[in-house]
């Protein structure tokens, strides 16, 4: 069975310029979760959507940063315009809720390098 | 408050010596916690969970321990091996609320 896939795998840019990440989930997920992770820390989680829906976009920075995910599969990150700050590794995941063992499927991440 | 655990950063092991991991969590409403694998330039994998209402957890060759007083996680790895070698992250999560992750401690199995 495939597992999450993240496109592009690295990503450099300058700042200001925009960017897109694309994520294709594990077939039946409904859910998928877009995390952004800083060298040496622990995933952040920016968005989360159940089917079509964003269920928590709390921490989604929604000035330079959007998200969708039409048709409940995959789903597509973009900031416009990047910042220096946004040099991390962005990671997807996917789950099949409810899930007894809140596990979650992640993907391998895009680097993203903003100079 | 403090936790009994000392997180480090880094743990360096030989081969086939026991592994532990040490992870405090913050809050007292966490119902599940989840001990994560990551190998450089992947995403994190899945070990083992636990549910608040247990204290201990066992699987293949990795056991959890959760102590709720003093709010401390931690994860044994028995027998390690280099492919052990890893960033090992706790994460916690409340019922109907996302997973929040902790600091990572990096392991490195030497043969």
């Known amino acids: 069975e495939a597992g999450v896939v993240q496109s592009p795998r690295y990503k450099i840019i300058e700042k200001k310029q925009p960017v897109a990440f694309w994520c294709n989930p594990i077939s039946g997920h409904n859910t998928l979760y877009w995390y952004l992770q800083n060298l040496g820390q622990g995933p952040e989680l920016l968005i989360r959507?159940?089917?079509?829906?964003?269920?928590?976009d709390s921490q989604l920075p929604k000035d330079r940063f959007s998200a969708e995910r039409l048709k409940g599969v995959d789903s597509t990150l973009k900031i416009q315009p990047a910042e220096l700050g946004d040099s991390a590794v962005y990671l997807c995941a996917s789950s099949l809720e409810p899930n007894l063992r809140n596990e979650q499927f992640f993907g391998p991440g895009t680097r993203l390098t903003v100079l | 408050g403090e936790s009994v655990g000392l997180h480090l950063p880094t743990l360096s092991v030989q081969e086939g010596d026991n592994s532990i991991i040490n992870c405090a969590y913050s809050n007292s409403a966490s119902d599940y916690f989840i001990w994560y694998k990551q190998e450089s330039g992947k995403g994190p994998q899945f070990i083992i969970d636990i549910r608040s209402n247990m204290d201990k957890r066992q699987g293949q060759r990795v056991t959890v321990l959760l102590n709720k007083t003093v709010k401390h996680l931690s994860l044994q790895i028995a027998a390690t091996q280099p492919g052990d070698s890893a960033v090992y992250f706790c994460a916690e999560k409340e019922a109907g609320t996302a997973l929040i992750f902790g600091k990572g401690t990096t392991l490195s199995v030497s043969s």
């Open positions: 959507y159940e089917n079509e829906e964003a269920v928590d």
